[in-house]
């Protein structure tokens, strides 16, 4: 009966490996199953790089300081697509003068597409192509707006993600995501993320997790903005620490911090989020 | 920058780099003077009968010395009737290798045995395989007896007719901080006790079941490793700790009463796994959601869960795997041409060798009620099986005949290609995210 108990090890060890403490990147969906993440996040910035990768002290009083929420929709067509929609919803605050604020609010580019299980090994890792299309939520026709770029995009993604190799620990997931995203404007930008995460279980409900983006953006236009999320042509590398916590099945929440330590064109930002993932 | 492009790129270098190191050394070394490996182009060694069937055979000479002689291939039905044969001249220098593609022509529905033989002046070896065609379209006769439905029905009446006392026992010495688990008891069919395991996850309300019923004379254990479901192991009579009455070895515990349809272990054991379900319906104080059970076994567990889905709605799921006794009649024929018995008609070649007046007639008027196929049309839920190829216990053309008179149209089966009776570890990853998907877990 050696069988019948390696058969029993199979379900032991099946269950035991099915249930880490994922996010939801990368991974499948899966048929009949959804998901909702809504994030908030902070960041601000008061120095700059330069486009030497210098440091650039800001003037004094200047700032600027974003508060963000995303709202994550994944929605599980079959065993192998899923259909991903992200909606964001922006609050700006630019100081670019002492006593001079520009506050800017309103939805920001979404993010709706599909992805797709390409390869399954051995429901183990995941290797996954991501086709999406951003929507300006906000008024195109007016110019330049500070809750983005101002034109419609398009972003195809490739993700691997699973458990890690049992040789470098025998818990813990990693995900890495290639990302090639274009805007249709003179001025593109054409840009390129490479984001590596590793997450590792530390009790049965907690997790610390690392994730390291690194963030290039192509544009004819290489002017300075302080706004992120309407800058043009900049790099930069921002590794995040993360804390989660599952509440329930259906409940985790995730609160992390970064900052930026290198770039070009771009600001030093630091900041945090705070998300919680639903599972439907 | 340019630093930080350096240190991210080596780092995703050392990531992939550890992923293709451990892929590698999942592979299996192999040794012998001359190794063989047989690959079918499909991947599960299903093939349709309007395709070629396709094997690419890999020779690697491990000695130092050049070595000359042949490579056959002898293809025979599942029951030993040779269907085709053929073989290739091989010359391997030392170290070196060589890739043969095999082609069979359109075969008809069925499985298949296939041997791959390295015939060296010195050195002989034989790799076997089994590939199958159109499984789905795999048939065969039901010998169901005219009066097996009230059979079955006189038995739930008198399982009903017994009462269950249950007793219910939580174990805090092998309890954890995230488990509690208790020792259940109840009384069964002909007022025999049986016991089993229920493990109850503390952080949450309600759980879905998993009901695990057991292989042949097979001790199940609580089962503490699954966190989104209580875990419910029931160890029928004669099993594990349910052997106050019947405590007998594998060699005899499927001939108890096998000349008496109605004293017949497995009467009381198929009742068994329904007072099981009776206990669960019962106990949903203890956070059991009765709307979501699922039944799931290897081998006569296979068998066992099927029966038990076939006999009692109130089972939502049904996975199994490798099926014991599956239209036994072919597993009969087919046993037939193995070279050596194996179970389970080892132990019923013997018995009937030794048993004057015990004719095969007379087994299969006994063990026609009892043959897992002739419940396979009452099983209405979902189900998953899992195969292996080189199953002898539980030939895959058994099985399959079994899934294929499943009423179910919600249904899916696993091939395990090179798993004799057994699945492998993919089936069961697949087999808990099917449950979470048929489920709606999370």
New interface residues.
Partial sequence: ?R??V??WL??????????PLKTFAGFPI????NIVVPTFSYYRQTDRFDDK?HVIKGAPGTSFTSYSSNLFIGYGIS?RLDFIATIPYLYQQNIVAPGYKLVDAGFGDAVVGFSYNLVNS????FFSIGVSAIVPMYNIHDGPSPLGLSAFGSEVKLMYCGNL????STKGY?N?EFAYRRYYNTQGPDQIS?L?TVGYPVS??DQLSLD?L?YRSFSSNKEFNSNIFAARDY?F?KPQLNYGHTF???FSAFVGGFYVP???NTGVGYGGSLLGVI?? | ?K???YI?VF??SI?LG??A??KA?QQTEETGDVVLKATPYNKTALFTSSEEVRYRVQLHNNTKQQQNGRVLYQVTTDDGKKVTADSVRISLREGGDKDIIVNIRKRNTGFYRINFIVKLPEYDDTVRRVFGVNPEKVTSQLHKPKDFDAFWKQSKVELAQVPANYRVLERKDLSTQ?KKVYSVEMHSYGDLVIRGWLVVPT??NKFPVHYRVP????SLQP?M????FIAFDLNVRGNGNSKDVINIG?DNYSLINIENKEKYIYRGVYMDCLRGLDFLYSHSNLGIDTSKIFVEG??QGGSLALITAALDKRVKLLTM?VPLYADIHDNFAISASYDQQVFPFKVFRKYQSQHAGFSWEKFYSTFDYYDPQNFAPMVKCPVLMGIGLLDQFCPPRCSMALYNHISSTNKEFVCVPNS??????????????WL??KF???
């Fill in positions: 009966m069988k019948t390696t058969i199979y379900i032991c060890l099946c269950f035991v490996l099915i249930t899966g048929k009949y199953r990768d065993r051995n429901f183990v890792r190799p049992k040789d470098v990693f890495l490479l590596g049965k409900h390291i690194l790099s590398f329930t099945r259906r290198f770039g070009v599972k439907i | 920058m630093k930080v492009c991210i780092a995703l990531l550890s992923l190191a451990v050394q995230y952080d949450g292989g042949y004379v097979v089962n490793d699954n966190d989104d594998t290897g081998s795997q004799t009776h057994e699945v492998n570890f993919n089936y069961f990853m697949f087999q808990n995210l979470r998907e709606r877990i999370p």
